[in-house]
């Protein structure tokens, strides 16, 4: 994982938990085939001076030295408004690494990073939204994928958002080490089967809506207040009939929908990974009437919050 100044310390858990889970395995099988541990290294460009995280070690970022099978780059905070995305030494290093056979993962801002290295180039690609223009002016190149999927090309794996790092681990590990490992990381995580198909793309549509990416995202970001359609809309300067039908073209499905299923998704990711009450999780993703929250989720997932609860321990 190669760690920036501004790197979210949460973006390198998921990978951490995957190389104590693969320790544990390889224990367990005595090294049987695909099932050997993982070595993570945590490092920094070797001309920050000053670790970006103690326990990071420099490297110096030019081609040749240390090979690795997989590269990371980590969320972080966004690029300070007109600093460049680029910097030719980490642009070439990666170019290097993916050119000698390293599987290359992007997530977040990490993203750009990629795209300013060329290589997603030709390829799809899942950008963060709020950069999604700029990345079309700077790489017209590069064909944006939906909002929230993991997207694939010539063994690059990009993830827009930060909430998709645990599929885009699990899509990542199916690749350069085990779908055996993958499966116990996905069943660790309380991942669905449907969370992470095998060719790990999301699917993508011809008629990509630059506004219904954005909207998507901006759903997502605020889908714990009290917001209705209208608010949306209103936040693109566009009608809630126009909102409605740009969502359908693009989406599939109403955007009052989408809103439910992020909500229910997120409340489904929380029974099963906090301890949070049913109360304060139907608070957390947007419902103020846990009675209407509990009769939708048993709608939607065929049992109670509780039930779900108990079957994911």
Not at 210 to 225: S, V
């Amino acid at each position: 994982m190669l760690c920036e100044p501004a790197t979210q310390r949460a973006s390198l858990a998921p990978l951490r938990d995957l190389a104590r889970l693969s320790e544990r395995l390889a224990g367990e099988l005595d090294g049987q085939a695909g099932m050997l541990p993982l070595q993570l290294d945590l490092l920094h460009d070797a001309r920050l001076g000053e670790a970006p995280l103690s326990e990071s070690r420099p490297l110096p970022l030019r081609p040749g030295g240390q090979r690795y099978d997989v590269v990371f780059m980590p969320a972080g905070d966004d690029p300070v408004a007109g600093e460049p995305w680029d910097d030719a030494a980490r642009s070439a290093w990666l170019r290097w690494q993916h050119g000698i056979g390293a599987w290359v993962a992007g997530l977040g801002s990490g993203v750009l990073a990629l795209a300013a290295a060329g290589l997603l180039d030709g390829g799809p690609a899942s950008v963060p939204p709020r950069h999604a223009r700029q990345v079309r002016q700077l790489h017209p190149q590069i064909r944006l994928a939906h909002i929230g999927a993991l997207a694939e090309h010539g063994r690059v794996l990009t993830a827009a958002e930060p909430a998709s790092v645990f599929a885009l681990v699990v899509a990542l590990t199916r690749r350069f080490h085990s779908h055996g490992l993958a499966e116990r990381y996905r069943r660790a995580c309380g991942l669905p089967e449907t969370a992470v198909p095998d060719n790990a793309l999301l699917p993508m549509r011809n008629n990509q809506d630059l506004l219904i990416a954005e909207a998507r995202a901006w759903i997502i970001a605020h889908m714990h207040d009290d917001i209705d359609m209208g608010a949306v809309a209103a936040q693109f300067h566009v009608s809630t009939r126009t909102l409605a039908r740009r969502f359908e073209r693009s989406m599939g499905i109403t955007p009052a929908r989408y809103l439910r299923e992020a909500r229910l998704d997120a409340a489904r990711s929380m029974l099963h990974r906090t301890r949070f009450s049913i109360e304060q999780i139907a608070h957390l993703v947007g419902y103020r009437d846990v009675g209407f929250f509990r009769d939708l989720f048993r709608k939607s997932s065929g049992c109670s919050p509780r039930a779900y609860r108990m079957a994911a321990q």
